[in-house]
Every structure is written in C-alpha cells, then in structure tokens.
C-alpha cells in the first residue's frame, strides 16, 4: 500500500469583507478575496478551495499558480463557475513535479471528497 499524504499549504487565503477606515483607500477584491499577490507567480503546485464550514469544494493544479486561481473566478468553463460565492479559503501547496502534482490532486479528490470534483473520483 502506497501512502500519501498532503504537505502543509505553503500559502493559505481568505476571504476578507472590506469595510476600510475612512480615509483608507479600498483595494479591489474579486469574490472577496485581495491577497492574491501571496500565491506564488511562477510556481507550479495544487490549489484547494474550501467554503465556510472548511468543506473541500474542489481541487486543482497547475504549472502557474496565481494565474489559475484567478482564472477560477473569471472563466466560464471552471467547476466552480455556479459556486464562486461558497469559496472562503484557498490552500495553495507549491509541488514543482507535474507527476506529483496530478497524484496529489487524485489524492485530494478522493480521500478529502472534494465537493465539485468529477473527474478523477474513484469512490462512490
């Protein structure tokens, strides 16, 4: 038996409610979230996604972090396209190798059930 387990997220977000201090300047947030510049740029990794009751709503990866979580809040084709609102938290792990990558997302999916993740599910 093969046993895997989750690093600890090298950087980890929330959602933030913006009521500045008069005279303070708002920063601009998209569904909430500001700290996007914490997520590394050019670094490959998985990213999860939780709600407020730090469910997992859904996993992913990808060879350019910050750029794809974002794009998780832009794109009209990301699972979490119905469910941007639920997000609270974003975990991010940096992971260099692709492999380990792609076997740390199946992990995740499927022993953490990630809720809007239907490629990649082995359980029932």
């Known amino acids: ?4 387990e989750l690093p600890k997220p090298d950087v980890v977000i929330r959602q ?16 909430g979230f500001i700290d996007f510049h914490k997520i590394p740029r050019d670094k490959g ?3 999860l996604f939780f709600n407020k009751d730090n469910e997992l709503l859904l996993v992913g990866k990808a060879r350019k972090l910050r750029q794809r979580v974002k ?19 974003i975990e991010v792990f940096l992971v260099d190798d692709p492999m380990e990558r792609d076997i740390y997302e199946t992990y995740a999916v499927n022993i953490l059930r ?4 239907t490629d990649k599910v082995f359980y029932e």
């Open 114 to 117: 990630a809720k809007y993740n």
């Open 16 to 31: 933030r409610e913006q009521n500045p201090k008069e005279g303070e300047a708002i920063i601009p947030s998209i569904y």
């Open 1 to 4: 038996m093969i046993k895997i």
């Open 45 to 47: 990794g998985l990213i």
């Open 71 to 89: 794009k998780h809040f832009e794109d009209h084709v990301s699972p979490l396209k119905d469910h941007r609102d639920e997000v609270h938290k």
